[in-house]
Each structure stands twice: as structure tokens, then as C-alpha cells.
């Protein structure tokens, strides 16, 4: 079972959609992350934060804009997304920036029509 | 982005037998996991390791730091049904400027066959 619980499982979103993904720990991890998975590749990073606050962002396109409302939450909106942007997003927590093990949730499933 | 060299990239095996896989870098590294990742699920964490050396069991598997601190190992003995899936190494390098981010591997598709 898994300690990082994500919301939806699966999306269906149009171009000009609107939804946000939201991601939950209570293991008082202060650093928290998004991925993006595509089919058969490993997760790439897309951004980190640490102490509910933004400090890498790997170049991710404005149309996906993270949110840390508090420790335990970590939030993703979508906005105007690409086919291309079909993925599985996963979020990941650890102790501290810089700390491991990182622990996964289960994704969230996107698909853009 | 920067991946660690996975190997094998995939393994048909039979029940019982015993697997094993590996991640090379060129670049030292100060952390190895390995996580395993089921269809339409996220990665779990299967063994840390922290320290070069280090043999860490975690039931039927073993995952070693290598000396070099560039590679690390897998092995699953006595292979079962419930095995199959996706395997991926993952390094954090021992840069300071790079300590936020986890390097994966390429991933080792392991399939086991009753």
C-alpha cells in the first residue's frame, strides 16, 4: 500500500479543460515532486518542492502550474494541455529535498483528446 | 535527461529461476534504489542502498553498491508469477548541484513464465 495517496486515478480532459491533480502524504515529508511518465520510460521530473516551496522547475511549459497549499499537499493544475501531454503523472515524496528514498504514488492516468 | 545504463532491457524467465539485472554510470554516485513498477501503477521501493559495498536483502532479493560507486546490482532468486514487471534502477549523482534529483535507469522488463 502505497503512503502517497493521488487523485483522480484516471483523467479525460479536452484541450480547454481546466482539472487539477492532487497528491497527499502524511509521513511528515517536507520535499515533495511531480513526474511525468510516459509508456515504457522511466519518470522524468518535471518539479521539486521543499518546505511548501517551489525550487525546481525543469522547464515544464506554463500550462501545467504546481501549488503546495500546505506540508502534506501537493497540487498540479492543467490548463489549454497538448496531446502530447498524455501521461502518467506521479508524485513522490521524501524526508528532505536531497533525501531518499523517494516514495511513489500510484499516478494519475491523463489522456487529452 | 541523464538515464543510467540498464541491463538487461528485458528477460523472459521461468518460475523458479534466478534474475538478475544491473545499472552502470560514468559518474559516482552516493545513492542507489531500485524500485519495481506494476502496469497502471507508480514505482515501490524495493532496497536503498547508501553505502559503497553495501548487500541489502529485502526477501528473495539482493541489491548491491557496487565499490566503484557507478553501479549497482539486482538479483531475485527463486522467480514467482507475481515478479513480473518493470524494474528500475535509480542513482542519485554525488554532485552537489544535482543531490534533488533522482537519475532512473532504463528500466528491465522481466517476464516470468509458470
Known amino acids: 500500500d502505497t503512503e502517497v495517496t493521488q487523485t483522480p486515478k484516471h483523467l479525460v480532459m479536452g484541450m480547454t479543460n481546466k482539472k487539477s491533480l492532487k497528491c497527499e502524504q502524511h509521513?511528515?515529508?517536507?520535499?515533495m515532486y511531480w513526474y511525468k511518465q510516459k509508456a515504457k520510460k522511466p519518470p522524468e521530473l518535471m518539479f521539486v518542492?521543499?518546505?511548501?516551496?517551489?525550487?525546481i522547475n525543469e522547464s515544464v511549459p506554463s500550462r501545467f502550474s504546481p501549488e503546495c497549499p500546505n506540508s502534506s499537499l501537493l497540487n498540479l493544475h492543467l490548463h489549454a494541455l497538448q496531446p502530447e501531454d498524455s501521461a502518467l503523472y506521479l508524485c513522490?515524496?521524501?524526508?528532505?529535498?536531497?533525501?531518499?528514498?523517494?516514495?511513489f504514488g500510484d499516478g494519475t492516468r491523463l489522456s487529452i483528446l | 535527461g541523464q538515464q543510467l545504463n540498464q541491463s538487461p532491457q528485458s528477460m523472459f524467465i521461468q518460475e523458479g529461476e534466478d534474475v538478475s539485472m544491473n545499472c552502470t554510470s560514468s559518474?559516482?554516485?552516493?545513492?542507489w534504489l531500485w524500485y519495481k513498477q506494476d502496469p497502471g501503477e507508480g514505482p515501490v521501493l524495493l532496497i536503498a542502498?547508501?553505502?559503497?559495498?553495501e548487500l541489502t536483502s529485502n526477501g528473495r532479493l539482493t541489491a548491491q553498491f557496487g565499490t566503484t560507486r557507478k553501479d549497482s546490482f539486482l538479483n531475485i532468486s527463486a522467480s514467482i508469477p507475481s515478479d513480473v514487471g518493470i524494474y528500475f534502477c535509480?542513482?542519485?549523482?554525488?554532485?552537489?548541484?544535482?543531490?534533488?534529483?533522482?537519475?532512473f535507469g532504463t528500466g528491465t522488463r522481466l517476464q516470468v513464465f509458470p
Open positions: 513522490a515524496s521524501s524526508l528532505y529535498r536531497g533525501g531518499q528514498p523517494q516514495h
Open positions: 509521513m511528515g515529508h517536507r520535499a
Open positions: 518542492y521543499s518546505y511548501e516551496k517551489l525550487s
Open positions: 559518474s559516482i554516485f552516493n545513492t
Open positions: 542502498l547508501y553505502k559503497a559495498g
Open positions: 535509480a542513482g542519485q549523482p554525488l554532485a552537489a548541484t544535482n543531490t534533488d534529483k533522482l537519475i
